[in-house]
């Protein structure tokens, strides 16, 4: 009997000791419901985003140029506005970047963003083909325009047909250019950058066929005279390409690892 009413009272004092700390517990942040996001070191590379790949010849690519990455080529100093585009701050000028595509991309058109609000003066812009050898370059212009009268923001999209050549035979070297030109000190002339949209494409097939079992008249003479001259394949011995045999796994490393440019990672012993 005596051990019931002591076994009781340690109960009763733990429910006691419960009730006064009930407030005190209630009044306890509570943990948020749901998983919680998990923070990752940025050394593991979790935060960069995924790159849009840039081969293949279905979709155009973007060639991006901010007005703010322009270079000044006169005595002009730019500014950047509000708005993100870019305008002369000291005297009208001219401002220049390069375009540095690969060699047979072919170019469909620029778009262009600017903002005019001088009733007297454009924004001017030119797409050049710089050409020449040691001995100096000459301009082409490939595109030329300006901003209309109407105030406001304006963007536009001229078709530019140009296939790049960045070495041309006869030991010529090509060069491309963007330049726009704030022709007066004032914000209301302003440059927000320019698109240069492109794509890749197959090599025009030689005259003389490469391998003897693929005659000009193959349905993939294009594409096979392509990997030959590129270097990704020399063929399956003799002089042929044998275009009907099947590749082996060891065959399609070669081709991918060629194609691709594969090479060792920064750090690695070479």
Known sequence: MRGTLKTLSVALACLFVIALAAPSLAQAPREPVGPQPQLLPIASGVYAPP?????GTASPIAYVVPGWAFNN????????????YIYADTVGGEFNHAVN???????????????????????????????GTVVGFTATELLSTATSEAPGYQRGYYTVVETIRNAAPGGEIRMYELRVSLPAADSALRFGGAVVWYQLQISPA????????????????????????S????????????????????????????????????????
């Open 231 to 270: 270097g990704i394949t020399a063929g399956c011995g003799g002089g042929n390409y044998c275009p009907e045999s099947t590749v082996t796994r060891a065959e399609m490393a070669v081709f991918l690892a060629k194609a691709l440019g594969l090479h060792w990672s920064d750090g690695s012993p070479l």
């Open 73 to 84: 080529i006169s005595s002009a100093q730019h500014a950047i506005y509000t708005d993100g």
């Open 101 to 131: 595509l690969p060699s047979g991309a072919q170019v469909l058109g620029v778009t262009l963003f600017s903002y005019d609000g001088n009733g007297v003066q454009n924004v001017q812009f030119v797409f050049n083909r710089w050409a």
């Open 51 to 55: 790159q849009q790949p840039e081969w």
């Open 206 to 229: 030689s005259l003389l066929p490469t391998f003897s079992d693929v005659p000009h008249g193959y349905w993939a003479y294009v594409q096979i005279e392509a990997l030959a001259a």
